[in-house]
Nanobody
Framework: VQLQASGGGLVQAGGSLRLSCAASGRTFVGWFRQAPGKEREFVAAIRGSGTPTYYSDSVKGRFTISRINLKNTVYLQMNSLKPEDTAIYYC??????????????????????????WGQGTQVTVSS
């Protein structure tokens, strides 16, 4: 499995961006972000089948994670962007979470330590 994130850029507050993560295989994929001086935080995650999906409270209702397995791509549609969404966004894959029981994922999907493969980040900057 290889990962490559793309789609970042500069956008005004209230605008939208769509990030893409090229992820071969039907693996569990998550998006994380890291702002300057802050720890990496969970954003969203999706199982190999496309459901269920998981979101942090800070992005729920504004961001949507999806995937098209035939294209080996996971997307993060980001709407109603805020300046506090400014960060480097990373996609990550987890073989362990791909095999996990669904009932455990609502907790474990949010942990960066559960992911074993990380792509390079893509910068998202939201101006006020």
């Amino acid at each position: 499995v290889q990962l490559q994130a793309s789609g970042g850029g500069l956008v005004q507050a209230g605008g939208s961006l769509r990030l893409s993560c090229a992820a071969s295989g039907r693996t569990f994929v998550g998006w994380f972000r890291q702002a300057p001086g802050k720890e990496r935080e969970f954003v969203a995650a999706i199982r190999g089948s496309g459901t269920p999906t998981y979101y942090s409270d800070s992005v729920k209702g504004r961001f949507t994670i999806s995937r098209i397995n035939l294209k080996n791509t996971v997307y993060l549609q980001m709407n109603s962007l805020k300046p506090e969404d400014t960060a480097i966004y990373y996609c990550a894959a987890s073989g362990k979470l791909s095999r996990a029981i669904i009932s455990t994922l609502s907790t474990t999907a949010r942990l960066a330590s559960e992911y074993d493969l990380w792509g390079q980040g893509t910068q998202v900057t939201v101006s006020s």
